[in-house]
Every structure is written in structure tokens, then in C-alpha cells.
């Protein structure tokens, strides 16, 4: 990695002091809610790809849940979560005016200096991140195009959360826009030379979309989830294996070079 | 009272502030001066990583009474397969391995963190006696040459006996003899306070601790983490990738007190380092009153940024609702009936 794209990776605040957020708005989309958070001390100092550590309310559960920004603008945050778990579901039943308590942002930021022509592939609730950095590519005038894959009809409502212009969806069951996987999405776009794609999403997915780029000729971003106990580099215990050895997805990520993981 | 530490504790969310004629905080462990008795676990909190998210200048700032960083070994160790972590009711198990640059790269990184003002305890791990000794000799041997300013203020060695052995496979802290060995071959290479972290992974933990009392250390730190085993929800199999971890958290304080009690009571006057699930100022006084002349917070650090201030400020509440004037004074206080 050039000390460049390190730089650029890196050189983004982080903050890890605890903000006491009021909910000011929740729209849900099945088993999906997207939670828009008052947070300016957070708001201000964000950038797309980077996340926040939620701690689950009510007390049952030690460890707080790593979120990555699915918005950030004036003084508020947006986080897209999926029911999955216990801990997730309960965030998932917050009320506008419950007030939760977040640290953030953290972690590395997708670069987007100079960006002309931006594609996003996005699996599941891995889609989440994009849509902020597909809000701060288009205000900077870069030509973005999104390409989300979703296991069926019930994941798809996520979708429903989104706003972006050119956004094409496809589903493993064929229930919501294209049958197939997103790489059936991407074998129908023409995608112009010199594209910088940007991806997050399930493991097997950012795998195939390392061979994709690599075939194409295409360089990329990837934002990585992983399980984590601090999201803050203390505990090492969210490493990913990568071309610069074990590195922790929350502080050297979530936002690596997409040719350097090993997911 | 210093007015750092008042600073360090009104940061805090939900605590009280220290007020004047409070309770007198300062303890003695061993000849280690610690402002207050609380320090962090080893390997659940990164000073450096914390200042990086800090507004402000976080070494002024430290929350915690000494620091105590993550366990470094001879040589450098990348650590275990992910996943590493997992949460579990009241609890987690983690399995990191270890990972760390190595005591080479590790004394090449003390500028940076040369002015931190609290004293330092160091972590020490290996699979054998002399990989220990390596370590202790390595940095006493840099200390002894380093030019003023350069390194932080390292007052002791915390020897993390839960390492695998590297002949039997086995904690050595399981074994009262393996443990003595680390002990004395440590001994031989430094002055400095030396402590043995012992495992709770046995039949009886005051076997480890009259095995490293005996070979020289001047102080125990207990409980580490219980092994424990975690499975995936769907495959069945177990869930971290080293298959075992070590579960911490409040699942085990109340295995912790009784391990801590029956350690002070074995050892009366020995310097010890409480640990196991500390959560809140009431957990902290409790592991006091079970005989701790300080006590680490472990899993603690990774639920808020400002867990040390919140459970030091708490600490102090409950020092005063108990009607103790010191920490000192509340040493032991469950042991004398």
C-alpha cells in the first residue's frame, strides 16, 4: 500500500467518548429499521464508512453493537439495523425520543478524492455504508451507480431504506428486481474504465467481488464487518488477514483496500 | 487529591465528583504508590489507541491509577485465528493469542508514550522460564541505558502465568512448580515489583500463589480468564478460531471473590491485584473487602470510553455510604467475621 492510500484511509477523526443521542426519527422496513440519531458532536466529524459502537439498552448485554454511518448530515446521524440477534432486534424497537448512547465515529473512512465515476456493490445489511458514501460522492459531483444483492424478499425491504439515484437490486430468490446474486447485476452494467468501486457486504460476496474488479481491471475499497468486543484497538479481537498482516477491522478498518483482504 | 485526577473523574458520565474530606483513596501495593486503587486488566485497554479518540491530552488525563499494557512476549506473536471474541450471558470468551511486536519492537515504541505519568506494570508471557527472563532482561537492560524522558515510568512486571507451557501444553499457572520457575528466573532479572498473575483454571488457587510467593514475587494478581468453550448457534462447532477461550466479565466475579478472599486470607500481607468481572464502584469495593490492595477492570473498558472514571467516582460513593474513611481501611472487611 502507497503511503498515500494510507493516508488517506487514516487521516479521518476518531472519538470514542460516549454521546447520549435522542431518536428523532424511525422509519422500518421489515425486520429493518433505519434510526436517525441527534448526534452532533458525531455528525461533525464523520465520514462515510466509518461507524459507531451502540450500546444495547435495558442493561442485558455487555458488549455494544458495531454500527457503520448509513448517514451523517447538519446534526444528525442515520443507522440502517438488522433484527438478527437479541441485542440487534431490541435496537430495532427503539421509539422516537428513546434516548441510546453512542461512541463514534471510528475507524477508517472510504477515500474519495478525485472520484469521477463510482460504482457500489453491496450484500445484505453490508448495503448500509453506501448509502452515505453515495450521498457524499454524488454532492461531490462523481457519477455513481449502485448494485445491492439481497438473500430473498424479506432481506430485500431493506432496500426500501435507500436513496440513490441509479440503484439496481437483485435477489437469490428472484422475488425483488434480478434473479441471481449482484454478480448477475454487474455482468449487465456497462462500467466504464477506470471506475473506483467501493464494497461491503458478507465475506463469500466480497470474495467474489475481489475476482471481479481483478478480471475487470477495476481498484476498489472495501469496508469489512467482523465480530468486535472494543471497536476502539484495544482487545485485537476483530483481526482480518490481510497482504500487511493481521490488522483489526476497527482501527486499521473497517475501510481497507479491497486487494489486500483476505475476508 | 490531585486536581488531575478531579479533572479525570467530572469527565466521567453519571459519577459524582471526588469532594473534599472524602474518603482517602491512595494505596500501597508493595512499593508501587498508586493515587487510587484502580488500574486496568491487561490486553482490554490500549492507552495509545485511546488517546488517538481522545479530545484533549489523554496521558494527563490517564484514568486509571497505574497501567498495565497488554502481555508482550519474547519474540512477536500474530495471535489466533479469527473469530476472537464472542459475547455470552453475562460475559464473553475471547481467545487473542497473544499478539504482540515482540519485546524488541515494544521497547522501540516507549517514546511515545514516554509521558505518561503513572507508574507501569508490565505484562509478561512465554512458554517457558528463559522466554519470560528474555523479556524482563531485555527491558531492564534498556531502562538501565535509556536516556531520561524516554521511557515511561515501569515500576513492576506482572507475570501472566496462563500461558501454555511449552513442553505439556497446560497453563503454567495450572502447575505450582512451573509457575515457580517463571517466577525465579524473573526474579533473577530485575528488582523491580514483581507479581504473578495466576490462573483460576485450578483445584486450588493457593497452591500457585505460595509456589510464586516462594521463588520471589512480591505480589499476585488473580483471577485471569476461566477457560471455557463457545459453540456455533448453527453448525455446532465451536465457535472461536482456537476453538477455546476465556470467559471474563460479571459471569465470574462471585468465582473471582472467593478466589481473591481465600488468597488474602493464605497471604495476609501480600500486595494483591483483584480482578474478575469488575462492572461498577460496588464490584471494585467488594474485591477490597475480600482482602485487594488494588483492583484491575477488564471487560469493563470495553462497554464505555469512560468506564475507569465512572467506576472510580462510584468507588468513592460507596467507600463513603459504607462509612469507610480509606480504601485501606475497607481492606479485608469481608474476610474478619
Known amino acids: 500500500m502507497s503511503g498515500a492510500d494510507a493516508q488517506t484511509y487514516g487521516d479521518h477523526s476518531q472519538w470514542a467518548e460516549t454521546s447520549h443521542c435522542r431518536i428523532a426519527g424511525v422509519r422500518h422496513f421489515g425486520a ?9 458532536r458525531v455528525a461533525r466529524r464523520a465520514a462515510p464508512g466509518q461507524f459507531v ?59 474519495t478524492e478525485g472520484v469521477t465515476n463510482a460504482l457500489l456493490i453491496g450484500g445484505g445489511i453490508g448495503c448500509a455504508p453506501l448509502q452515505y458514501l453515495a450521498d457524499e460522492l454524488a454532492a461531490a459531483g462523481a457519477h455513481v451507480t449502485a448494485a445491492f444483492g439481497f438473500r430473498d424478499f424479506r432481506a430485500a425491504r431493506a432496500a426500501g431504506a435507500f436513496s440513490i439515484e441509479r440503484l439496481w437490486v437483485a435477489t437469490e430468490d428472484g422475488s425483488v428486481g434480478k434473479a441471481g446474486t449482484v454478480l448477475h447485476l454487474l455482468a449487465a452494467l456497462d462500467v466504464a474504465p477506470g471506475t473506483t468501486v467501493y464494497t461491503c457486504g458478507p465475506n463469500p460476496m466480497v470474495a467474489a467481488i475481489q475476482r471481479w474488479t481483478f478480471a475487470e481491471g477495476l481498484r476498489g475499497h472495501v469496508s469489512l464487518e467482523a465480530h468486535m468486543a472494543c471497536g476502539t484497538g484495544s482487545c485485537h479481537g476483530c483481526v482480518v488477514d490481510t497482504a500487511r498482516g493481521k490488522l483489526r477491522v476497527c ?4 475501510v481497507f483496500r479491497l486487494d489486500e483482504v483476505t475476508p | ?24 483513596l491512595s494505596v500501597s501495593l508493595g512499593p508501587v504508590a498508586l493515587d487510587h486503587p484502580l488500574v486496568d486488566a491487561s490486553g482490554t485497554f490500549d492507552l495509545l489507541e485511546y488517546a488517538l479518540r481522545y479530545d ?19 519474540d512477536a506473536r500474530i495471535g489466533n485465528p479469527a473469530p476472537r471474541v464472542t459475547e455470552t450471558a453475562a460475559g464473553m470468551v475471547n481467545a487473542i493469542g497473544l499478539e504482540n511486536p515482540g519485546i524488541h519492537a515494544w521497547i522501540g515504541q516507549l517514546p511515545g508514550w514516554a ?44 507475570l501472566n502465568v496462563s500461558c501454555p507451557n511449552v513442553s505439556s501444553g ?168
Not at chain 1, 32 to 40: K, T, V
Not at chain 2, 2 to 23: D, K, N, V, W, Y
Not at chain 2, 56 to 74: I, L, N, Q, S
Not at chain 2, 172 to 183: H, M, R, S
Open chain 1, 251 to 254: 482501527s486499521e478498518g473497517p
Open chain 2, 115 to 158: 509521558t505518561l505519568r503513572r507508574p507501569v506494570i508490565v505484562s509478561v508471557g512465554g512458554n517457558d522460564p528463559a522466554q519470560y527472563a528474555a523479556v524482563v532482561a531485555a527491558l531492564e537492560a534498556h531502562l538501565a541505558e535509556a536516556p531520561a524522558g524516554t521511557t515511561p515510568r515501569i515500576e513492576g512486571y506482572e
Open chain 2, 170 to 337: 497446560l497453563q503454567i499457572g495450572a502447575d505450582p512448580a512451573a509457575t515457580a520457575e517463571v517466577v525465579a528466573a524473573c526474579r533473577e532479572a530485575t528488582d523491580r515489583f514483581l507479581l504473578a498473575k495466576l490462573t483460576p483454571n485450578v483445584r486450588d488457587v493457593t497452591e500457585a500463589g505460595a509456589a510464586a510467593l516462594g521463588a520471589g514475587a512480591d505480589g499476585l494478581a488473580l483471577v485471569n480468564t476461566f477457560k471455557a468453550l463457545v459453540l456455533d448457534r448453527q453448525t455446532l462447532k465451536p465457535f472461536l478460531g482456537n476453538r477455546t477461550g476465556g470467559l471474563c466479565g460479571p459471569a465470574i466475579k462471585p468465582i473471582a471473590l472467593r478466589m481473591v478472599a481465600e488468597v488474602a486470607q493464605a497471604f495476609p500481607d501480600t500486595p494483591i491485584i483483584g480482578m474478575g468481572g469488575v462492572m461498577t464502584g460496588q464490584d471494585a469495593l467488594e474485591f477490597i473487602a475480600c482482602g485487594a490492595t488494588a483492583v484491575a477492570v477488564g471487560a469493563a473498558n470495553f462497554t464505555a470510553f469512560e468506564a475507569p472514571q465512572r467506576i472510580l467516582a462510584e468507588l468513592c460513593d460507596e467507600l463513603e455510604a459504607h462509612g469507610f474513611s480509606s480504601v485501606a481501611e475497607a481492606r479485608g472487611a469481608a474476610l474478619l467475621a
Open chain 1, 53 to 111: 459502537m451502540v450500546t444495547v439498552p435495558g442493561g442485558g448485554f455487555l458488549l455494544r453493537r458495531p454500527i457503520s454511518l448509513f448517514a451523517a448530515h447538519g446534526d444528525r446521524i442515520g443507522l440502517l439495523i438488522e433484527a438478527r440477534g437479541a441485542g440487534s432486534e431490541q435496537l430495532t424497537q427503539l421509539d422516537v425520543g428513546d434516548a441510546i448512547d453512542v461512541a463514534g465515529p471510528l475507524g477508517t473512512a472510504f477515500p
Open chain 2, 56 to 74: 484533549g491530552d489523554y496521558f494527563a488525563d490517564f484514568p486509571y491509577a497505574a497501567y498495565v499494557p497488554k502481555t508482550v512476549t519474547a
Open chain 2, 1 to 24: 487529591m490531585t486536581s488531575r485526577r478531579t479533572h479525570a473523574i467530572e469527565r466521567g458520565t453519571g459519577g459524582a465528583p471526588l469532594r473534599g474530606g472524602g474518603p482517602q
Open chain 1, 32 to 40: 429493518f429499521a433505519a434510526l436517525e440519531l441527534i448526534a452532533p
